[in-house]
């Protein structure tokens, strides 16, 4: 007897200023990017021109298909400001569920493989989260998951969200920096970024996510007592350690000079933490 299996499809939730768009990826190659030529636009001032490309490739292991990413167009032009997966900037990333990526600038998205979705558009300020469990008849459910947004105009995601007068053609802007540069993790900025999409994932999704702080006692006696070059050592030590402890999906910054603070999005029960 011959079992029938439903194709996994693809679909990415970018998120700006204005809009959260979901974007069902079927294609072989896109092209992200401020340029209203690219296939997904990134409206932003701050991303590139041709800020990243997404694709589409059979992971060797288990022969399924998913989308890798790349930094820069298919001729190797690198971005301006970069993009971060899971808080760490990367030139080219398999994509996995659930990965929460940042393109330098003001602009999020997630990754997720799911069953029948369709492109949608739905505005930031029509965004009520409430709603959703409230009143599920004006909701679109998806699959086997709990996942549900307003109902919203369908798109292609070929199609753009703003005029290119909103976009600067020309010149891109230097984004902020999302890294810390001592322990190569993400900063403040980026966990903040990815922690507002999380939140809102996890919302929608009615599924749990933690936050762990955790800081260094007595730094500042190493400091005092074996100078400042040991302790960035120490501090690059442990950003490793903690680094290499969690999962991929987990995000791991630097808060503060000797605190560290982990993210993790995607848990099903507090004990797993």
Same mark, same amino acid.
């Given at each position: 007897?011959?079992?029938s299996?439903?194709?996994?499809?693809?679909?990415? *939730? $970018?998120?700006?200023?204005?809009?959260r768009?979901?974007?069902?990826?079927?294609?072989?190659?896109?092209?992200?990017?401020?340029? @209203?030529?690219n296939?997904?636009? $990134?409206?932003?001032?701050?991303?590139?021109?041709?800020?990243?490309?997404l $694709?589409r490739?059979?992971n060797?292991?288990?022969?399924e298909?998913?989308?890798?990413?790349?930094?820069g167009d298919r001729?190797?032009?690198?971005?301006?400001n970069?993009?971060? !997966?899971?808080?760490?900037?990367?030139? !080219?990333?398999?994509?996995?569920?659930?990965?929460?990526?940042?393109?330098?600038?003001d602009?999020n998205a997630?990754?997720?493989?799911?069953?029948?979705?369709?492109?949608?558009?739905?505005? $930031?300020?029509n965004y009520? @989260?409430?709603?959703?469990a409230?009143?599920?008849?004006?909701?679109?459910?998806?699959?086997?998951?709990?996942?549900?947004?307003?109902?919203s105009?369908?798109?292609n995601?070929?199609t753009?969200?703003?005029?290119?007068?909103?976009?600067?053609?020309k010149?891109?802007?230097?984004?902020?920096?999302?890294?810390?540069?001592?322990?190569?993790?993400?900063n403040?900025?980026?966990?903040?970024?990815?922690l507002?999409? +999380?939140?809102?994932? +996890?919302?929608?999704?009615?599924?749990?996510?933690?936050?762990l702080?955790?800081? !260094?006692?007595q730094?500042?006696?190493?400091?005092e007592n074996?100078?400042?070059?040991?302790?960035?050592?120490?501090?690059?030590?442990?950003?490793?350690?903690?680094?290499?402890?969690?999962?991929?999906?987990?995000?791991? +910054?630097?808060?503060a000079?000797?605190?560290? !603070?982990?993210?993790f @999005?995607?848990?099903?029960?507090s004990?797993? *933490?």
């Amino acid at each position: 007897m011959q079992l029938s299996c439903q194709p996994t499809h693809h679909f990415l *939730i $970018i998120e700006d200023r204005k809009y959260r768009r979901t974007l069902s990826l079927q294609d072989k190659f896109y092209s992200l990017g401020r340029s @209203p030529k690219n296939s997904i636009v $990134i409206s932003s001032d701050q991303a590139s021109r041709h800020h990243a490309t997404l $694709i589409r490739k059979k992971n060797r292991l288990n022969n399924e298909e998913t989308y890798w990413i790349l930094d820069g167009d298919r001729n190797g032009k690198k971005s301006r400001n970069g993009i971060y !997966v899971n808080g760490e900037k990367c030139s !080219v990333k398999e994509l996995k569920q659930g990965d929460l990526i940042n393109f330098g600038c003001d602009v999020n998205a997630t990754f997720y493989s799911l069953n029948n979705w369709s492109d949608s558009i739905i505005p $930031i300020n029509n965004y009520q @989260p409430e709603n959703v469990a409230q009143n599920p008849s004006n909701s679109i459910s998806v699959s086997e998951s709990n996942i549900e947004f307003p109902h919203s105009q369908i798109l292609n995601s070929t199609t753009t969200l703003h005029p290119k007068s909103t976009l600067n053609p020309k010149r891109t802007i230097k984004g902020q920096r999302y890294q810390d540069p001592l322990t190569k993790l993400a900063n403040q900025q980026l966990f903040k970024e990815y922690l507002s999409i +999380a939140l809102k994932n +996890a919302t929608l999704k009615q599924s749990p996510l933690a936050l762990l702080f955790l800081n !260094v006692n007595q730094f500042r006696t190493i400091n005092e007592n074996w100078g400042y070059p040991t302790g960035d050592l120490i501090l690059q030590a442990i950003g490793k350690r903690i680094k290499a402890s969690v999962r991929d999906s987990d995000i791991v +910054a630097r808060w503060a000079d000797d605190q560290f !603070v982990i993210l993790f @999005p995607r848990i099903r029960k507090s004990h797993e *933490i």
